[in-house]
């Protein structure tokens, strides 16, 4: 199994600034199947960013992924107030898939 | 619009079953791979299992910790993917999330399963 270690936990930052956070895997992922979720409270998680890189769906230009083999990375280049919440990486390349634990993105 | 609306969640005592549906809308629901993941209170996403479209044969993989008790089928006549869970546990007490292909592109709202005696 691939275990996902995102980090940091927290990240701590004020808006207009930009977020880095980073998923590294036990293992080399293919970038096909590598994705980033956002999860706001009470909500189901929505899909940012898949392939590593690609943008989902109606995803604005300030999200952007990257990375290959064993770490990747999501950036966030000038954080708005709704961007205060959790994100999660996945696998889905091989089963069993697995997420990350997930970063917190919080205001200072 | 595609819409995915899961049902079946409640309270359930340990060694019981209980089956989730996941309905599907909006898009041709026979030709798209269907995921379940569970969240346990206050904590991350877990990757549950999935379902192949039948063009590639309908089967199903499964996470470790519930192959042998949970199993995913589909019926893409009513555009519903089920989950069956037997022998629950406490600590399969989560909010249950289907969502659309193994990415996770679109997902339901959630319904919540609680274990309990």
């Known amino acids: 199994e691939i275990v996902l270690t995102q980090s940091p936990g927290t990240l701590s930052l004020s808006p207009g600034e930009r977020a880095t956070l980073s998923c590294r895997a036990s293992?080399?992922?293919?970038?096909?199947?590598l994705a980033w979720h956002q999860q706001k409270p009470g909500q189901a998680p929505r899909l940012l960013i898949y392939g590593a890189s690609s943008r989902a769906t109606g995803i604005p230009d300030r999200f952007s992924g990257s990375g290959s083999g064993t770490d990747f990375t999501l950036t966030i280049s000038r954080l708005e107030p709704e961007d205060f919440t959790v994100y999660y990486c996945q696998h889905y390349g091989s089963s069993p898939f697995t997420f990350g634990g997930g970063t917190k993105v919080e205001i200072k | 619009e595609v819409q995915l609306v899961e049902s079946g969640g409640g309270l359930v005592q340990p060694g019981r079953s209980l089956r989730l549906s996941c309905t599907g809308s909006g898009f041709t629901f026979g030709d798209y791979a269907m995921s379940w993941v569970r969240q346990a209170p206050g904590k991350g996403l877990e990757w549950v299992g999935f379902?192949?479209?039948?063009?590639?044969?309908?089967?199903?993989e499964s996470a470790a910790s519930v192959k042998d008790r949970f199993s995913i089928s589909r019926d893409d006549s009513k555009s519903i993917a089920y989950l069956l869970m037997n022998s629950l546990k406490t600590e399969d007490t989560a909010v249950y999330y289907c969502?659309?292909?193994?990415?996770?592109?679109?997902w339901g709202q959630g319904t919540l399963v609680t274990v309990s005696s």
């Open positions: 293992q080399s992922v293919s970038s096909t199947y």
């Open positions: 969502a659309r292909r193994t990415v996770a592109d679109y």
């Open positions: 379902i192949r479209s039948n063009s590639y044969g309908g089967t199903t």
